[in-house]
């Protein structure tokens, strides 16, 4: 009998914990949508920062294992991470800025 691993705890902790924090940042952002890819931006750094971390503080794990490590769906996190950090990396430099400006003038203190 051929039993498939489809994901590891420590693998859905890293993929679902970014994702959990961003729908909670979610109703703190504009309506328009604007903040949608610095949030995807946000929820790859916080994978992979969280996979490469595991990685370093456990020995016993191999970095490209399909059986141990932070994976889902045989996925290495800091893959996904990663693809997520690039995708921002890439829509950052076609608009020409790395946040959305502010819809609003911030208020002087001097006035």
Not at 9 to 32: E, H, K, N
Not at 41 to 70: H, K, P, Q, T
């Amino acid at each position: 009998m051929v039993v498939v691993l489809i994901y590891n705890r420590p693998g859905i902790l890293m993929f679902f914990v970014p994702l959990v924090l961003a729908c909670f940042s979610w109703p703190y952002t504009p309506q328009d949508g604007s903040y949608s890819w610095v949030i995807l931006g946000a929820v790859g750094a916080v994978m992979l920062v969280l996979d490469l971390l595991y990685r370093l503080f456990n020995r016993e794990v191999a970095w490209w294992s399909l059986a141990r490590g932070g994976h889902l769906f045989f996925v290495p996190i800091c893959l996904m991470g990663a693809l997520a950090l690039w995708f921002y990396i890439q829509h950052s430099l076609s608009v020409g800025y790395w946040l959305p400006p502010a819809s609003a003038p911030v208020p002087s203190m001097m006035e």
